[in-house]
């Protein structure tokens, strides 16, 4: 069974910056795509980023140009470099796995 673990989230200030992490344990495919997303408060979730085990990113229009996701696929690491943070960052973020396995997130909070 894979389990998906987050850490780095946190409280930051506008125009901040965080480093959220995603550590995967279990029997994962060689060949995967890992991501991130976000559920802010009376919203539905929705994708942040993501990157296959080959390296190719996708990020949403919301991030880009503020946030690098990158991994290591030898700890089955994926990382979130989120910069320049914004109040509308506030959410609740979830690694991600295939689109199938969840972790149980972690709370980014943007505010003065």
């Known amino acids: 069974q894979v389990q998906l673990v987050e850490s780095g989230g946190g409280l930051v200030q506008p125009g901040g910056s965080l480093r959220l992490s995603c550590v995967a344990s279990g029997i994962i495919s060689r060949f995967n795509v890992m991501g991130w997303y976000r559920q802010a408060p009376g919203k539905e979730r929705e994708l942040v980023a993501w990157i296959t085990s080959s390296g190719i990113t996708n990020y949403a229009d919301s991030v880009k140009g503020r946030s690098t996701i990158s991994r290591d696929n030898a700890k089955n690491t994926v990382l979130l470099q989120m910069n320049s943070l914004k109040p509308e960052d506030t959410a609740v973020y979830f690694c991600?796995?295939?689109?199938?396995?969840w972790g149980k997130g972690t709370l980014v909070t943007v505010s003065s």
């Open positions: 991600n796995l295939n689109s199938n396995t």
